[in-house]
C-alpha cells in the first residue's frame, strides 16, 4: 500500500482561487503563508526521504504517468524506483512489465517478471490473470514464465536470508489458518470448495433459486453459538500463542514479512498497553526510522482501531468511507503526506475508488504535487 504535507494543504483548499477577489493586502498575505508552507514542505520533505520514500514517490508517479497514457515516463519512473529500493510489492513489477512489454522492451520485462517470482513468490495464477498482463499471454516473457516457474519458486527459497526462520513463521501462519478454517472441517469441505460454496450460493441469491439458495446457505451462514464460541476461543488462543512466538523470532532474526497477518489480528488492541504492541510498536518504528521499513506501516492498523473504537479513520485506508468516514478529510492528504502516502486522490484515479464527496482536490494541482517530489531524482 506510500513528510510533512503543507505543500498538499494547498491543494485541498477549496479557496485558494477566491483570494484574487478579496483586497490586495489580504492576497499578498496568503501568497506569503503558501510560499513559506513551499519552503518548509520542500526542506522537511527532502531531508526526511530515505530510499524507500524514493522509491515510493516515483512509483506513484509512475502510476500516474501510467494512467495519462505517458507510458515512456511510466516506464523511466518505474526504472529508476526500483534502483533507490526494490518494489514493495510483486504488483508494482507486474505492472512495470506490462508496460515493458507495451513497449516491447521484451528483456526488461522478462527481468521484472521474473523478480516477482523470486522476491516475491507471486502465483503463478495472478501472473496470467493480471489485468495489464492479459493483452501479452502469448508473448514470450509470458510464456517463459510459465516454463521456468517451478525453478524460479526454487530460487525465491534459495535466495532468503534465513530459511530456518522463515519456515518457523510459514508453521505459525498454517496454525493460524487452521483455525480460521474449522467451520470448512466441520463440513469436510476444503478452503477452495468453500470459495466455490460462496460463490453458488451468491449466484442462487442473484437468480433467486430458492432451492440452491437453502442447499448452500449451511456452508455460507452457518450459524451454532457453541462452536461460533468454540472457534472464538481457539482463535484467541491461537492468536496469542502464535504473536509470542513471532516476537521471539522477530528478536533472534529481526522483522521477517510473511509474519505480518500475525500481528493483523491484533489490530483492534494497537497501541495499547500490552505485550504485543510493548515490542513492536517500539521495534518497527526503530527500524522506519533506519529506513528499513516503509513509513505508512502503522496507518492501516491506526485506521483499524480507531474505526473499531470512534467509527472513524484517520488516513483513509478503508476503502468504505460511507460506513468509516474520515475523521478530518480537510487535512487527510497532509496527515497522509506525514505517513509517506500519496493524496487521496491517487486511489481515486489508480484503483478507481470513490472518494468522500467532501474530499476536494484540484486535479493539477495534484500532478504538480506528485511530480514535485521527484524532480531531484
Keep these: 500500500m506510500y513528510t510533512n504535507g503543507l505543500l498538499l494543504k494547498l491543494i485541498i483548499n477549496k479557496n485558494l482561487s477566491n483570494y484574487i477577489s478579496i483586497r490586495n493586502v489580504v492576497f499578498v498575505f ?6 513559506c508552507f513551499v519552503i518548509f514542505f520542500t526542506t522537511t520533505l ?23 497514457k505517458k507510458y515512456d515516463d511510466a516506464l523511466k519512473y518505474f526504472k529508476k524506483a526500483f534502483n533507490y529500493a526494490p518494489p514493495q510489492t510483486s504488483y508494482e513489477l507486474l505492472t512495470a512489465s506490462s508496460v515493458a512489454l507495451k513497449l516491447k522492451k521484451i528483456k526488461l520485462a522478462d527481468t521484472y517478471l521474473k523478480q516477482a517470482v523470486t522476491r516475491y513468490k507471486v502465483p503463478l495464477e495472478l501472473i496470467n490473470s493480471y489485468s495489464t498482463l492479459l493483452p501479452y499471454a502469448d508473448s514470450k516473457p509470458i510464456k517463459k514464465i510459465n516454463n ?10 534459495f535466495q532468503l536470508q534465513n530459511i530456518n526462520a522463515y519456515l518457523q513463521v510459514e508453521q505459525l501462519l498454517i496454525k493460524d489458518q487452521f483455525v480460521r478454517s474449522l467451520p470448512n472441517y466441520y463440513f469436510g469441505i476444503s478452503n477452495k470448495e468453500s470459495v466455490e460454496m460462496l460463490k453458488k450460493y451468491i449466484d442462487a441469491v442473484n437468480k433467486k433459486d430458492t432451492v440452491a439458495v437453502n442447499k448452500y446457505s449451511k456452508y455460507v451462514n452457518f450459524n451454532d453459538e457453541n462452536f461460533e464460541n468454540l472457534k472464538f476461543t481457539i482463535m ?20 521477517l514479512e510473511n509474519g505480518w497477518i500475525l500481528l493483523w489480528h491484533h489490530r483492534l488492541t494497537y497501541g495499547e498497553n500490552n505485550f504485543v504492541w510493548n515490542f513492536f510498536k517500539p521495534y518497527i518504528s526503530s527500524e522506519i526510522e533506519k529506513g528499513n521499513m516503509e513509513r505508512d506501516f502503522f ?3 491506526e485506521d483499524e482501531y ?3 473504537n470512534f467509527g472513524k479513520q484517520k488516513y483513509g485506508t478503508e476503502s468504505q468511507f460511507e460506513q468509516y468516514p474520515i475523521e478530518n478529510i480537510k487535512d487527510v492528504d497532509i496527515l497522509r503526506a506525514k505517513v509517506g502516502l500519496p493524496p487521496l486522490y491517487y486511489d481515486k484515479i489508480i484503483y478507481d475508488i470513490d472518494i468522500p464527496k467532501e474530499y476536494i482536490i ?3 494541482k495534484f500532478r504538480e504535487a506528485i511530480f514535485s517530489k521527484i524532480k531531484s531524482l
Design 30 to 35: 496568503a501568497m506569503i503563508k503558501n510560499i
Design 236 to 255: 484467541k488462543n491461537t492468536d496469542s500463542l502464535n504473536i509470542e512466538e513471532y516476537i521471539g523470532i522477530t528478536k533472534k532474526y529481526g522483522y
Design 148 to 157: 521456468s516457474y517451478k525453478d524460479l519458486i526454487k530460487e525465491y527459497y
Design 362 to 364: 484540484d486535479d493539477k
Design 46 to 68: 527532502f531531508n526526511a526521504q530515505n530510499n524507500r520514500d524514493k522509491r515510493n514517490y516515483l512509483v506513484y508517479a509512475a502510476q500516474v504517468s501510467l494512467y495519462d
Design 306 to 308: 480507531n474505526i473499531s
Design 299 to 301: 496507518a492501516v492498523f
